[in-house]
């Protein structure tokens, strides 16, 4: 695991938009996965400007997002679907076609979770994965307690994810109860993973998974058996990391 510690937010993110765009040129035709939420806001925002000035160039990239809640459809504001258009893909090259969220909406919830893992191997696998991690160390929605070599599936938001998330609603009944999300062995078949965390309230979600012992408990510790997983930092969601981690680029 490499673990690289930015000093604020904005090199964190730039850190971790070099390596995409470095995969992406040495591979036009990238399989990327895609976290939601406010950590990759950064990275985004450093994709579609080096998009925009410097051609980076999208077109023949394929997505694959985490996870989506369900009962909220594409429109929803809140929903998985609205933000990854509102805040990357309208603003870059990318086919639509070639654009994968789950989708919360599916009446068959377990032939759809199957589908996008089928659809995941016949893209030949992810290639870079991106993560961002909860306070209580979950990564996608896989919770603490999840099975480490969970596949695609519905689960059940805990009450301190639902507490986090309800910032995002107008009420906390609001927050969605359940989720289709990617499981942990989902996110260990990428090829390679960048994990993202920034601000002190991760500080001891980052510090479990990077130097406890890997757990059920904390799902993103199992990254530690990852053969290409690097963990981007800033100072203060790094501040509780004991071993010396360099602070290059
Ligand atoms: C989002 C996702 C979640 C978030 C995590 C951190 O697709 O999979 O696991 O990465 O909840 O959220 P933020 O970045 O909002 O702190």
Same mark, same amino acid.
């Given at each position: ?7 604020? *937010?904005?090199?964190? /993110? ?10 992406? $040129? ?7 996965g895609?976290a ?7 990275? *985004?925002?450093?994709?579609? $400007?080096? +998009?925009?000035?410097? #051609?980076?160039?999208? /077109?023949?990239?394929?997505?694959? =997002?985490l &996870? ?18 509102? =805040?990357?893909?309208? +603003? ?10 789950? %989708?919360?909406?599916?009446? &068959? ?8 893992? &089928?659809?995941?191997? $016949? @893209?030949?696998?992810? %290639?870079?994965q991106i993560l961002g991690i ?5 990564i996608a ?36 109860? *359940? ?5 942990? #062995?989902?996110i260990? %078949?990428?090829?390679?993973v960048i994990l993202l !965390? =920034? ?5 001891? @979600?980052?510090? !479990? ?11 993103a /510790?199992?990254?530690?058996? +990852?053969?290409? !997983? ?20």
């Amino acid at each position: 695991m490499l673990v690289i510690v930015k000093d604020t *937010y904005e090199e964190m /993110s730039k850190e971790a938009a070099k390596i995409v765009a470095d995969r992406l $040129r040495k591979k036009p035709n990238l399989v990327l996965g895609l976290a939601t939420g406010s950590t990759p806001l950064g990275l *985004y925002k450093e994709l579609i $400007r080096m +998009h925009k000035t410097d #051609g980076l160039d999208f /077109s023949k990239v394929t997505t694959f =997002n985490l &996870d989506e809640y369900i009962g909220l459809p594409p429109s929803h504001d809140q929903s998985y679907h609205y933000f990854m258009w509102e =805040n990357l893909f309208k +603003h870059i090259n990318v086919d639509p076609r070639f654009v994968h969220i789950p %989708d919360g909406m599916a009446t &068959d919830i377990d032939a759809f979770c199957q589908w996008y893992e &089928d659809e995941i191997k $016949r @893209a030949g696998g992810i %290639d870079l994965q991106i993560l961002g991690i909860g306070a209580n160390g979950h990564i996608a929605f896989n919770e603490p307690g999840s099975s480490l070599g969970s596949r695609t599936r519905i689960k059940t938001l805990t009450k301190k994810t639902i507490e986090d998330n309800a910032r995002f609603f107008p009420r906390k009944e609001d927050v969605p109860r *359940y989720a289709i999300t990617m499981g942990i #062995g989902t996110i260990m %078949d990428a090829k390679e993973v960048i994990l993202l !965390a =920034n601000g002190k309230n991760k500080a001891d @979600a980052v510090k !479990a998974a990077v130097e406890g012992p890997i757990t059920a408990m904390v799902p993103a /510790s199992m990254l530690q058996m +990852h053969r290409k !997983a690097t963990i981007i930092v800033d100072k203060e969601a790094g501040a509780k990391l004991t071993g010396e981690f360099e602070n290059y680029g």
